[in-house]
């Protein structure tokens, strides 16, 4: 199935851990590449970069230990998207960074932080939609996810893809997997779960990685450390769309009306 304007999408990503050190976890996100059977884009999971949890040591595109990652996804022609903390104005931002043949810039920061996030960091301001050969693309962190019009938004402005870069830490995996597969379904777009795993200064991560369709059933997924890859189908939203419009059939409700039965 394709819609004449986009070619397949080959995305893929990754469940590991970070090894909490910048330049090893570069190390790791170098091997990871080369893992990706020349996926276009390769999502790796929240905080990656240095590892969740504070202190956090803030880098920004331009740091020296990125070039290998730089240099192998530009050799690989795969950009990867990795999670590190950002500078922000007044505290860091827990944000995305791309990183590719086309450069290294900031692409998005969280905009919903959870628990102990709000006094370490800062929320970010504005979402994010990526322009991948035709495909758009919402971007999303974690806690995002939770939120429905996080998504809705993306939907709204095009996108045939979300991505949730997370850290679930032991017991939630339930809601990891329940919030990203209902953006898909309530959207009728593709989702991509990225999420980080092992033992860190933090806690214990639960991890997950995963490509669903917009229906949010699972095309490939994972428990175990490693990368999974899915080609996307150019004319599977648009298919679903049609088949489910929840998307474009909603309408404005107005004020609810309170009646007391007894």
């Not at 090893?24 to 240095?50: H, I, K, N, S, Y």
């Not at 740091?63 to 990795?82: K, S």
């Not at 800062?122 to 429905?148: H, K, N, R």
């Given at each position: 199935?394709?819609?004449?304007?986009?070619?397949?999408?080959?995305v893929?990503?990754?469940?590991?851990?970070?090894?909490?050190?910048?330049?090893?976890?570069?190390?790791?996100?170098?091997?990871?590449?080369?893992a990706?059977?020349?996926?276009?884009?390769?999502?790796?999971?929240?905080?990656?970069?240095?590892?969740?949890?504070?202190?956090?040591?803030?880098?920004?595109?331009?740091?020296?230990?990125?070039?290998?990652?730089?240099?192998?996804?530009t050799?690989?022609?795969?950009?990867?998207?990795?999670?590190?903390?950002?500078?922000g104005?007044?505290?860091?931002?827990i944000g995305?960074?791309?990183?590719?043949?086309?450069g290294?810039?900031?692409?998005?920061?969280?905009?919903?932080?959870?628990?102990?996030?709000?006094?370490?960091?800062?929320p970010?301001?504005?979402?994010?939609?990526?322009?991948?050969?035709g495909?758009?693309?919402?971007?999303?962190?974690?806690?995002?996810?939770s939120?429905?019009e996080?998504?809705?938004?993306?939907?709204?402005?095009?996108?045939?893809?979300?991505?949730?870069?997370?850290?679930?830490?032991?017991?939630?995996?339930?809601?990891?997997?329940?919030?990203?597969?209902?953006?898909?379904?309530?959207?009728?777009?593709?989702?991509?779960?990225?999420?980080?795993?092992g033992?860190?200064?933090?806690?214990?991560?639960?991890?997950?990685?995963?490509?669903?369709?917009p229906?949010?059933?699972?095309?490939t997924?994972?428990?175990?450390?490693?990368?999974?890859?899915?080609?996307?189908?150019?004319?599977?939203?648009?298919?679903?769309?049609?088949?489910?419009?929840?998307?474009?059939?909603?309408r404005?409700?107005?004020?609810l009306?309170?009646?007391?039965?007894?």
């Amino acid at each position: 199935m394709t819609d004449g304007r986009r070619k397949p999408l080959r995305v893929a990503s990754a469940q590991c851990a970070s090894r909490e050190d910048v330049a090893a976890d570069v190390a790791t996100a170098v091997e990871l590449v080369r893992a990706a059977e020349g996926a276009r884009l390769l999502l790796l999971p929240e905080l990656f970069l240095g590892g969740y949890g504070a202190p956090a040591e803030v880098i920004d595109a331009g740091d020296a230990r990125l070039e290998p990652l730089h240099a192998a996804a530009t050799d690989t022609g795969t950009t990867v998207l990795v999670s590190a903390p950002l500078p922000g104005r007044e505290r860091p931002r827990i944000g995305l960074l791309s990183i590719g043949p086309a450069g290294r810039r900031r692409i998005y920061d969280k905009q919903h932080l959870s628990g102990d996030e709000q006094q370490q960091y800062e929320p970010g301001e504005s979402g994010t939609l990526l322009e991948v050969d035709g495909w758009l693309i919402g971007t999303a962190i974690c806690y995002d996810a939770s939120f429905p019009e996080h998504a809705r938004v993306a939907a709204d402005a095009g996108a045939h893809v979300y991505l949730a870069s997370v850290a679930f830490f032991s017991g939630g995996a339930q809601r990891r997997d329940l919030y990203v597969r209902a953006r898909a379904l309530d959207n009728g777009m593709h989702a991509v779960l990225s999420g980080l795993s092992g033992r860190g200064r933090a806690g214990t991560y639960v991890g997950g990685a995963g490509v669903y369709d917009p229906e949010g059933r699972p095309i490939t997924e994972t428990g175990d450390d490693g990368v999974v890859v899915a080609d996307l189908d150019p004319g599977l939203v648009a298919a679903t769309r049609r088949k489910h419009p929840m998307l474009a059939e909603r309408r404005r409700l107005g004020q609810l009306v309170r009646v007391r039965l007894a």
